[in-house]
C-alpha cells in the first residue's frame, strides 16, 4: 500500500473512532439511568458471567491451557497460539492501566449527573475508560482468530458479550468498552502477525475496528431515539432493504459460477454495508459507514480466493435477516 493511502485509511479511521466515541458519550449517562432500573436476577446473572468469562485470570489460564495442550500434542499453531494470546494480554494490560490513570475518569457508581471531570488519578473508582476487561478479551480474541480462523466468530462473540456484560453489570460506560475492545483488538490483531510489517498490519487493524465503532454506537443510538414518521423515513428503509437484496444478489451469483474474485466481493459487502446502515434511519451512521467503505476499499489488497460455498452464502443472509428484524425492534425502544 502507498504511503498516501495508508495514511488516507488512518485519518479516516481516526476520524470515525473520535466521531463514534464522541455520538456515545451523549448516551452514556441515559444508559447508567436504564442500567439502574434493572433489578433483573437473570440479567444479573449474565453480567456476572461475563465478568468472569472476561477476567484477566480466566484469559491466563485459557492461554496457558492452549499452549499445553499444544505441548502435549507437539502442535506448534496451539503453543504458539498460547504464548502469543498471554504476550497480547499483557501488553494490552500495560495500555489500559496507563491510560486509566491518566484519564482518571469516574466509573457509573460515582456518576449522579452527565457531566464528568477528567485528569490524571490514581484513586480507586476513577479508572473508568477503558475497559480493560473488553481490552484484554478482544486482545486475546483477535490472538486466537488469526490462529483459529474458523472459530472467530465464537472468539469474537464471547468478546462482545463480555463488553455488553460490563455495561449491563455497571461497572463501565459504553464509551469505556468501545474503547477498550478497538484498543484491545489493535493490539491482538498486531501482535499476532509479523512484527516486521507492523507498520502496514495496524493500517489494516485500524479499518478492521470502523464495523464495531460504527455497528455498536449505531445499536445505542436507535435504542435511545425514534426516527420521525413520514415519507423520508420510509424511503429510507426501502433504499437499505434494496441495497442489501442487491450485495446479497452478487454474492449468492458470485458463488454459484465459483467466482472467487476479492474485488467483487468487497463491493458486494460495501453495498450490504450500505444497506444496513440506511436501514437505521439516522443520517449521521450513513455518512460514517460510507466513509468507512472509502477506507476499506482503499486497504483492499487483490488476491486470489476461493470462492464462498452455498452454506456460506445461507448462513450470511440469514445473519442479515435477523440484524435488519433487531435494527427495527430496537428503535425507540428506550424512552
Known amino acids: 500500500m502507498s504511503r498516501i493511502k495508508a495514511l488516507s485509511v488512518v485519518a479516516l479511521s481516526g476520524g470515525i473512532a473520535l466521531f463514534c466515541l464522541y455520538q456515545l458519550s451523549q448516551l452514556d449517562f441515559q444508559t447508567v ?3 439502574r432500573s434493572l433489578h433483573d436476577s437473570f440479567v444479573a446473572q449474565l453480567g456476572t458471567i461475563g465478568n468472569r468469562l472476561g477476567d484477566g485470570l480466566t484469559l491466563v489460564l485459557l492461554c496457558i491451557g492452549l499452549w499445553g495442550i499444544g505441548y502435549l500434542l507437539k ?3 496451539w503453543q504458539q497460539a498460547g504464548i502469543d494470546g498471554l504476550v497480547a494480554h499483557a501488553l494490552a494490560g500495560l495500555a489500559v492501566q496507563s491510560l486509566k490513570h491518566l484519564i482518571g475518569r469516574p466509573r457509573p457508581r460515582w456518576t449522579h449527573q452527565e457531566a464528568f471531570e477528567y485528569g490524571p488519578s490514581w484513586q480507586g ?4 475508560f477503558p475497559s480493560g476487561h473488553a481490552a484484554a ?17 465464537l472468539w469474537y462473540g464471547a468478546a462482545l458479550y463480555v463488553g455488553a456484560a460490563r ?6 460506560f459504553p464509551t469505556d468498552v468501545l474503547g477498550g475492545a478497538v484498543l484491545g483488538f489493535l493490539i491482538g490483531y498486531v501482535w499476532a502477525r509479523a512484527l516486521k510489517d507492523w507498520q502496514e498490519n495496524a493500517v489494516q487493524a485500524l479499518s478492521k475496528t470502523l464495523p464495531l465503532m460504527i455497528g455498536g454506537c449505531a445499536l445505542f443510538w436507535i435504542t435511545f431515539s425514534h426516527p420521525d414518521s413520514g415519507g423520508l423515513t420510509a424511503a429510507l428503509f426501502w433504499t437499505g432493504l434494496l441495497l442489501v437484496l442487491a450485495g446479497l444478489g452478487v454474492r449468492w451469483i458470485m458463488a454459484w459460477q465459483g467466482d472467487g474474485n476479492t474485488e467483487r466481493t468487497l463491493g458486494a459487502n460495501i453495498v450490504i454495508a450500505m444497506g444496513l446502515a440506511t436501514t437505521t ?5 450513513v455518512v460514517v459507514t460510507l466513509l468507512a467503505c472509502l477506507a476499506w476499499w482503499l486497504n483492499h489488497q487483490p488476491e486470489s480466493r476461493a470462492p464462498r460455498g452455498f452454506l456460506r452464502e445461507a448462513a450470511l443472509t440469514s445473519a442479515l435477516v435477523i440484524v435488519l428484524v433487531t435494527l427495527q425492534g430496537l428503535h425507540g425502544l428506550v424512552p
Open 33 to 35: 439511568l436504564l442500567v
Open 75 to 77: 502442535n506448534k499453531v
Open 125 to 128: 473508582g476513577l479508572d473508568a
Open 137 to 153: 478479551s478482544f486482545s486475546v480474541a483477535a490472538v486466537l482468530a488469526r490462529y483459529f480462523p474458523e472459530w472467530k466468530g
Open 167 to 172: 455495561v449491563v453489570g455497571g461497572s463501565h
Open 281 to 285: 434511519q439516522t443520517l449521521w451512521v
